[in-house]
């Protein structure tokens, strides 16, 4: 059996779709409003009236009902003429055209209430935009696979889709044991810096709500209790990081689970296509002339493990949104050559000679962190001199590092890309084709030109990339080859 959809004229969204305008405008109003909950919870039960605050919150969620029904009646869209037309707006009401050849990528999401009430969220992406131009909210599965098949067809108003799934060759589905290798691999110290913001943002909207439990008190007296002794401040920073990274591995688990949950990588005619998600479902498809350049990405403990991160960079507009990078997690070594197959046709991986930056790299890092340990001991000072024990940790560590990074850094370079690698404990390796440069510059402060050496900053549609402490011939020369490949190169970048 198959559907007919016609978009040569203007048509709504599924009717479904007020119920998910209805849950965004509810979200964001209480997103926005959260702080008055504390408040509310440490008022004198004589002033609340109850009666007037439930009329408030039923005249708020009659509003918001209002709102979604005008937002579902006034968005209306078309193709016509290669263009993809959207009317949307209740008072302020705006009208947009979209070439096809703008059109980038096309993505399908499901948040939670999408998935119960069956329908698909649309997202189409421009390119040089900062954000996503259009989101359609609800439409019919049947019908969002024929709206992107008509915007990439470049030139059908009316489509037909078969129900039956076209074949595709399963390269990577991950199970619950890859998901816990993932989350216990992570980098924790980001959820660790993560929750120590959560705290210290929402402690001051919560300071009254603390006081009244009497539990900023008890906090105060422990600290003064353990304030007297060397060995009772050692001992409180050792339980709160521990604490502090129990709970850190617990978000890193949830946030790994949740986004990569049910995790499917496609293969169809040289084109990934990637389906994940548990709360909010995603499917993202990866086109090989769309994609600016690869990270894998990697660490001690994943090595041990056999599994790799990889990311995919796409061309940008302005700063880059690390949420909107597409990252595939709990790839192994064959699943890596397999994409160096699809993306890097024909170049030669083996036998490949490793660069190092010259040795003056070195020399920068250690001065900078001499002067993170400068400054750190300053902090001290004016804090309590009982914390410089923290040197004998921290001096050794910033010089493993240090010796780390450099170790990790190097690149290789032939006639057809451009492979970096850097790190400290973890390990990234950059893959960049030369005809995907946008532009590419060599710059050299006072004591590198004593020392013959220049950073090159290498430009492209998806952000910048840093070669450190390059000897100047060589430099110069990979900057006129790189230039060369990409002025004569006639094959697609984006």
């Not at 968005?75 to 707006?89: E, R, S, V, Y």
């Amino acid at each position: 059996m198959n559907n007919t959809f016609d978009f040569s004229e203007f048509s709504r969204q599924s009717s479904k779709g007020i119920i998910v305008n209805y849950f965004i405008i509810l979200y964001k109003s209480l997103k926005s409003s959260w702080v008055l909950i504390p408040i509310l919870l440490t008022k004198d039960k004589t002033e609340l009236n109850l009666t007037k605050i439930l009329l408030a919150v039923f005249a708020i969620l009659i509003y918001i009902l209002i709102r979604a029904i005008l937002i579902y009646l006034n968005f209306k869209f078309k193709i016509k003429d290669n263009a993809f037309i959207l009317k949307q707006g209740i008072l302020n009401k705006s009208n947009i055209s979209v070439p096809f050849e703008k059109i980038q990528h096309i993505n399908f999401k499901q948040n939670f209430i999408q998935q119960l009430i069956k329908v698909t969220q649309v997202e189409i992406e421009t390119a040089g935009a900062k954000t996503v131009e259009i989101s359609i909210k609800a439409l019919s599965r049947e019908s969002a696979v024929a709206l992107k098949k008509a915007l990439f067809a470049k030139k059908q108003e009316t489509v037909i889709v078969e129900n039956s799934e076209p074949k595709k060759e399963l390269l990577h589905k991950i199970t619950f044991s890859d998901l816990l290798k993932v989350s216990i691999s992570e980098n924790h110290f980001k959820s660790l810096m993560l929750l120590f913001a959560f705290i210290f943002s929402g402690y001051v909207q919560v300071k009254d709500f603390l006081e009244t439990l009497e539990l900023d008190d008890k906090f105060d007296t422990l600290l003064e209790e353990n304030a007297n002794s060397l060995i009772g401040d050692l001992l409180l920073m050792i339980f709160l990081f521990v604490f502090s990274f129990i709970i850190s591995v617990l978000i890193s688990f949830v946030t790994t689970f949740v986004r990569h949950f049910n995790l499917q990588v496609s293969l169809e005619n040289n084109t990934l296509e990637i389906d994940q998600g548990l709360i909010t479902k995603q499917n993202n498809i990866i086109k090989k002339q769309k994609v600016q350049s690869i990270e894998v990405l990697t660490n001690p403990i994943k090595e041990k493990l056999g599994i790799y991160n990889v990311i995919f960079r796409q061309a940008i507009s302005g700063k880059i949104n690390y949420k909107k990078l597409i990252k595939v997690v709990g790839f192994n070594k064959e699943h890596i050559n397999v994409l160096k197959d699809v993306f890097f046709i024909n170049t030669n991986f083996t036998n490949k000679e490793k660069h190092k930056p010259d040795t003056y790299y070195k020399v920068q890092l250690f001065f900078r962190s001499f002067l993170f340990l400068a400054f750190l001991n300053g902090v001290i000072i004016l804090i309590s001199t009982k914390l410089f024990f923290i040197n004998v940790i921290l001096a050794p560590l910033l010089i493993v590092l240090v010796l780390l990074k450099y170790e990790k850094s190097y690149y290789f370079f032939n006639k057809d890309m451009l492979v970096i690698g850097a790190g400290q404990i973890a390990t990234k390796t950059t893959y960049l084709e030369h005809f995907k440069l946008q532009h590419i510059k060599l710059k050299q402060t006072f004591f590198q030109k004593k020392k013959d050496v220049v950073n090159m900053v290498i430009q492209t549609a998806s952000g910048k990339i840093i070669l450190p402490c390059v000897k100047t011939k060589k430099a110069i020369e990979m900057y006129n080859f790189m230039l060369y490949k990409s002025e004569t190169s006639t094959k697609k970048w984006m």
